[in-house]
């Protein structure tokens, strides 16, 4: 008796926080999706990060070696003074002399990853004016960015995805949760093709370090705004029309930037999603029933304060008034 009652009161808990343990559920997911992400990278890129060091203290050690006029430690300096540099965006080799960070189309591409928030980090600003600048550059900007992509989103949904849909389901008859599905795999692949198979050729072509695996991974990094600069177009020294090739890269990330949000607000729109984020959101309280409980509160409030003393004193001596009705002949003990 005492072990049904246990699970019935647990089930019963379960049940009305059911959202509650969904909602920990999740975050218990991420976190071990977060620490499989971090022995899946350790464990591929730790090796390579071991054989690079080993090959660096080779060459540091052999340069030393045919170089003795030259200490350790000036070399040392001389190291850390190019690689500080070098975060900045500034190399000492000779064929990079040519190319300058901070032109107008370098500029432009800058402010652009800047607003977008995808930040490659190859260029940084040197002087304290520039970083402040940067600061109020980018308070003012990203929220102006993000009303700029919003209005766009808003607008190209109404005629990529809302009204497409509508017009299949009305014309066609077909349901409307299967022309958005639909729907939104076409867009997806269309966004795939367009944003990511077609630049990631062109840049493996025009980019000579570039393989096709590299170019992609250099178009999904940008498009999501992760931005780690590792890999970024048009930094060879031997780069042909060099401007014109940043202000394209810089329509490419604005352009691809705005297909994707609209992709995933077409994703969002659909209604097993709906359903699947519902599950870990908390249970907002309907306004009839909030409403109902106010008028019922008011309703009982008004009944008390509604009532006079002397209907509490009858009921308080409801036995008094009663015998007081009876009459002598109706009572057969005074008869």
């Known amino acids: 008796m005492l072990q049904s009652l246990a699970s019935n009161s647990c089930v019963r808990l379960i049940q009305t926080h059911k959202s509650t343990w969904y909602f920990i559920s999740l975050v218990l997911g991420y976190i071990l999706y977060l620490i499989f992400g971090a022995v899946v990278f350790s464990s591929v890129e730790l090796p390579y990060e071991d054989l690079l060091r080993q090959e660096l203290r080779a060459i540091k050690t052999q340069f030393l070696q045919e170089n003795e006029c030259i200490s350790e430690e000036r070399l040392e300096r001389f190291l850390k003074r190019a690689l500080d540099a070098s975060n900045y ?11 300058w960070n901070w032109d107008f189309t370098s500029a432009l591409f800058f402010a652009s990853t800047v607003l977008s928030t995808t930040g490659y980090g190859h260029t940084a600003p040197l002087s304290d004016g520039g970083k402040a600048f940067c600061i109020i550059y980018s308070v003012i900007g990203i929220p102006f960015t993000l009303l700029f992509l919003t209005a766009v989103v808003q607008r190209i949904m109404v005629f990529s995805t809302r009204r497409p849909i509508a017009y299949f389901h009305t014309n066609w008859g077909f349901s409307k949760p299967l022309v958005a599905i639909v729907h939104a795999t076409v867009l997806a692949v269309l966004a795939v093709s367009c944003f990511f198979l077609i630049p990631a050729a062109i840049f493996s072509a025009l980019e000579e370090n570039w393989n096709f695996l590299e170019s992609f991974y250099f178009c999904f990094i940008s498009l999501s705004t992760i931005g780690l600069g590792d890999y970024v177009p048009g930094e060879a020294s031997n780069q042909k ?11 490419y990330l604005i352009l691809g930037l705005i297909v994707m949000l609209v992709v995933l607000e077409t994703f969002c729109e659909l209604q097993q999603l ?16 909030r409403m109902a409980i106010l008028e019922h509160d008011h309703l009982s409030f008004t009944t008390v304060s509604d009532r006079s003393p002397g209907q509490y004193e009858e009921k308080s001596h409801g036995f008094v008034v009663s015998r007081s009705m009876v009459s002598p002949h109706d009572d057969p003990i005074l008869q």
Do not use: C, H, W
């Open 241 to 251: 029309f060099r401007e014109l090739y940043k202000v394209g890269i810089t329509v």
């Open 89 to 99: 965006g500034v190399s000492i080799l000779n064929n990079a002399s040519v190319n």
């Open 274 to 289: 709906k359903q699947l984020r519902k599950m870990f959101y908390l249970k907002k309280e309907k306004p009839q029933d």
